[in-house]
């Protein structure tokens, strides 16, 4: 109940709220004062601890510690201008009072004496307090939130901070039992301080809980340090909104102001929570709705327990019915114990835990590869586009899915080994039979484990007698269906009921960082071959050359020995003739064959005979006219002289 100075000026003195308003307010100076310098080195502290370990657990509880206590500071500073309002009122109730007095409010009276017409002195100091402290909270919080963070060792430090926060906690809890037990008549925020203490309490003792849960291995303590920054993070907004929505109230110096850090949030923190009591409250104050004079409510009240229990006891019936999609089947146990294997479709049977049906696959085609990849996402690309990086299949570069395998090495007489990658991947799914069905279900808690743990025994098994000359020269299709029949085989016996469908080889090649010594290895070897194939091409070169320059020269020889023999035997021919022709025509044979060799000898000389029987007195005559037809030759020729 609101109390107006200037029809109830001389009654406020007989209100135990203001005469304890003095004392209620300086209670609330102190405590503000001391919340407010914890809180200030908390919000500190966490700035210096995220510039070095920004990842750690320290920061965020820090700040939503911290937060929570500016939340807390928030009140008690409004809480603080009630009072103070109160305080002034009982000592000078015939003076008009204004929010606060200007005396007593320091640097922001001063400010609002100098600008007193302007828009700030309108708003007021309770709303721009509020609402600073509601935004400093909101943006703390805002800033060190993070789900994300990872999980480390946090030493000894943080049972002392957890010690701290408990004995802070303790601290307001005594605080908030001393609230509790003011009465509305003496002190109506009381209730409402106490909310928002439980606030702050709530906070402290669940950062401790996480600082001494909190380990290298333990997740969860830093989500939930982190989500428990949603209670004051929510409470500030509701201040926010209180402060922007009081702009709309008309300002009344000479009406009791009522508390704006109220929060709902925070009133929920109670035992048993009663969220609709402050509604009906509110509904009864302001405009006289009695909820509980209203039949409708009343029925409803009644009748909300059969009726929740029959919804109940339905729903628990329909979970008896069970829908099994297309793609799938279902493995109905009735008591635990698996009767049979549904179909798709609907399916009716005892309602859980009575009965369950399992979800199971059903023809749904996987593919394994035998690494396990970091699980990050692909790049995507347009399709215009270069390819991505994962596309390249050169092997001087490592890829997600390759796994290394030791092989043996073929260096001389030497037994050793080697390392190669490989990405083999394995294309499977749960077989189509029933027996298949409940074997993947029951024989096996991970199917695509125990595919890759079988499939690198295989490989490991299957490669130790293998050179890696004979890998990268074998057919890959052969390898694959060799590797794929084996896994198979194995599965079987395990009764996994996994049918392996397909076996692909990707790629078989050295380890990427071996990319370059290998491709040495391999120029190098080929340089070799290719020396020793010139140089035996060269040496058989040079000997056919000289079986061939020794048969040019034993052909020349035989011909020469042919010719010089024919030559003999046509000289000895040619000899026997002539002798016997000698001896048959005598001299005649000697002088025809001395004109014969005159007559080839003077073939083509140029001659001049002369008859030694011309005399003096006549002049020989020579002919060297040349006729040619179609000249007569009976016709007279004329001498030359």
Same mark, same amino acid.
């Given at each position: 109940?609101?109390?107006d100075?200037?029809? *109830? ?14 004392f ?29 370990? &920004?990842?750690?657990?320290w ?6 510690c ?17 009072? *103070? ?7 000078? &109730? ?13 640097w ?12 700030l ?19 703390s ?24 926060g ?21 002190w ?6 106490a ?47 209180r402060a ?28 048993p ?32 327990? &059969? ?14 019915v ?14 635990g114990k ?5 179909? &798709? ?20 085609v ?14 995507r690309?347009s ?46 799914r749960i ?20 595919i ?190």
């Open positions: 109940m609101q109390v100075l200037e029809a *109830d000026g001389a009654s406020v003195e007989g209100l135990p709220r203001f005469q304890q308003g003095l209620h307010a300086r209670r609330l100076r102190q405590a503000g004062i001391a919340l407010t310098a914890l809180a200030v080195s908390g919000w500190v502290l966490a700035l210096f601890v995220a510039l070095f370990a &920004p990842l750690s657990i920061p965020v509880v820090l700040i939503n911290a937060s929570a206590l500016w939340v807390l500071v928030a009140g008690l500073q409004s809480a603080w201008w009630v009072a *103070d309002w109160r305080a002034q009122a009982l000592e000078e &109730p015939t003076v008009e009072l204004i929010e606060p007095p200007v005396e007593d409010a320091g922001y009276a001063r400010f609002v004496a100098r600008f007193g017409s302007g828009l002195a309108q708003i007021g100091a309770p709303v721009l307090w509020l609402s600073g402290w509601s935004l400093l909270a909101l943006v919080i805002i800033e060190f939130w993070n789900l994300a963070l990872p999980a480390a060792a946090v030493g000894q430090s943080a049972s002392v901070g957890a010690a701290l408990l004995a802070l906690a303790f601290g307001l809890l005594v605080f908030e039992r001393r609230l509790a037990q003011e009465t509305a008549a003496q109506p925020e009381a209730s409402q301080l909310q928002l203490s439980r606030v702050a309490i709530a906070c402290l003792v669940v950062s401790a809980i996480c600082l001494l849960f909190a380990g290298a291995e333990s997740v969860w303590p830093l989500r939930l340090a982190v989500l428990i920054g949603l209670l004051p993070g929510l409470v500030a907004v509701e201040f926010l909104l922007v929505l009081s702009l709309f109230s008309p300002r009344q110096p000479r009406l009791e102001p009522r508390l704006m850090a109220q929060s709902f949030i925070a009133d929920l923190l109670r035992w929570p009663r969220p609709l009591l402050a509604l009906q409250h509110e509904l009864h104050n302001r405009f006289g709705i009695d909820l509980r004079q209203i039949w409708a409510f009343t029925y409803m009240r009644r009748a909300f327990l &059969p009726v929740l229990l029959v919804v109940l006891a339905v729903g628990w019936a329909l979970t008896g069970h829908e099994v999609p297309l793609q799938g089947r279902g493995i109905y146990e009735r008591f698996p009767v049979e294997v549904f179909g &798709p479709g609907l399916h009716a049977g005892l309602p859980w835990p009575l009965g369950r049906v399992i979800n199971i696959e059903n023809g749904v996987h593919e394994l590869a035998t690494s396990v990849s970091d699980g990050s996402t692909p790049e690309v399709a215009e586009g270069p390819a991505p990086l994962i596309a390249n299949r050169l092997w001087d570069a490592s890829h997600v899915n390759d796994k290394s395998q030791v092989i043996a090495s073929s260096s001389g007489d030497k037994q050793s080994f080697q390392i190669v990658s490989m990405d083999v991947r394995f294309v499977y077989g189509l039979t029933d027996q298949a069905a409940l074997a993947a279900t029951y024989n096996s808690a991970d199917v695509p484990t125990l890759r743990s079988t499939a690198s025994r295989i490989l490991v098994h299957d490669f130790a007698s293998r050179t890696l000359d004979e890998l990268l020269g074998e057919q890959r299709t052969q390898l694959a269906d060799q590797i794929g029949r084996s896994v198979q085989a194995d599965l079987q016996k395990l009764d996994s009921g996994v049918e392996i469908l397909a076996t692909v080889v990707e790629a078989i090649h050295p380890p990427a960082g071996a990319a370059n010594a290998y491709h040495a290895v391999q120029a190098a070897q080929i340089g070799a071959q290719a020396l020793i194939a010139r140089e035996r091409g060269a040496a058989s070169e040079q000997t056919n050359q000289a079986l061939l320059q020794a048969s040019i020269a034993r052909d020349q020889a035989l011909a020469t020995a042919r010719e010089v023999n024919a030559g003999a035997q046509a000289a000895d021919l040619r000899f026997s003739a002539e002798q016997k022709a000698y001896a048959a025509a005598g001299q005649a044979f000697v002088l025809e064959q001395y004109l014969g060799q005159l007559s080839q000898g003077l073939a083509h000389a140029k001659l001049l005979i002369l008859d030694h029987r011309l005399g003096a007195d006549g002049a020989p005559t020579i002919d060297l006219r040349s006729f040619t037809l179609p000249a007569d030759p009976m016709a007279p020729r004329k001498a030359v002289q």
